[in-house]
């Protein structure tokens, strides 16, 4: 064997080198995006379940946000303002999972559940009323994603 073929060989296991590097790469990439999928669903649904689970510990709050989502003209304006402070986290805490939906990071399935739950909070009278307040607050594409919506849309409501 001569120089030549030896460079020749050498050339060829240099390719199948590359290749499999290649290869290597692209798996990697694959299970980073699995990875980051995973940690966002975990994000979103542990975010939204907290606002919930704190909702639920108080009977005065959980009261107090029932009846702001039902009846949002009869509160007080203590009540209001507390009622109000809620849906800000409420509807942050949405825009994120819309955000993260929106960058491909959330999964269509869980998005879906997600926004019923996100109609079921803005097409309430409190709801309304928030966004009528604070809407101006969030940006400009979930503010345009929001309106775009129809009290139809939500496959839900409130129970009286």
Known sequence: ????????????????????????????IRRNTKSSQSQANQSAH?????????VAKDRDFSNLTRKGMIAFEELTEEEKFQFLLLMVTVFRRFENVFYQYKKGFLEKELWEGYKQSMLLYFYTSGGQAFWNVRGAHFSGLFREYLDSTSPGDAKSEIET
């Open 1 to 28: 064997m001569n120089i030549e073929s030896m460079a020749n060989y050498a050339d060829v296991i240099g390719g199948i080198a590359v290749i499999v590097s290649l290869i290597y790469v692209g798996v990697q």
């Open 46 to 54: 542990e975010s939204l379940a907290n606002v919930s689970l704190e």
